[in-house]
């Protein structure tokens, strides 16, 4: 019996981990995608952002955009006092983010 349940706590952990993998990746896919056309940057050039998938903090890894001009680095998934944060860019370019993942960026932020 003590087996059988190992066997499927394995296996359902197991599969939690494919699905965290896949929507992970999948969300950092979409955001690669946002910034693939170029986009007015806070030093007033229109570039093509540089996407960096893992950059870490103190709190953890985040992906984060450069501006190729100025090189500013800008936190895409979650609002970070070690980046600028991404609604400086969102008052720039109006329709980047949607209401849920500006509420999703909020949600995820670091404390202060």
Not at 52 to 70: L, P, Y
Not at 89 to 103: G, H, R, V
């Amino acid at each position: 019996m003590w087996d059988i349940l190992s066997y499927s706590k394995s296996y359902y952990l197991n599969f939690l981990l494919i699905i965290y993998i896949s929507f992970f990746k999948n969300s950092t896919r979409n955001i690669s995608k946002k910034f693939q056309n170029k986009l007015q940057c806070v030093c007033d050039n229109n570039v093509l952002f540089e996407v960096i998938n893992e950059i870490e903090c103190d709190f953890g890894v985040h992906t984060v955009i450069q501006c190729t001009n100025c090189q500013e680095l800008f936190s895409v998934d979650k609002k970070c006092s070690a980046f600028k944060n991404i609604f400086e860019l969102l008052k720039i370019n109006t329709k980047l983010y949607s209401k849920k993942e500006k509420f999703d960026y909020l949600s995820n932020s670091h404390p202060f």
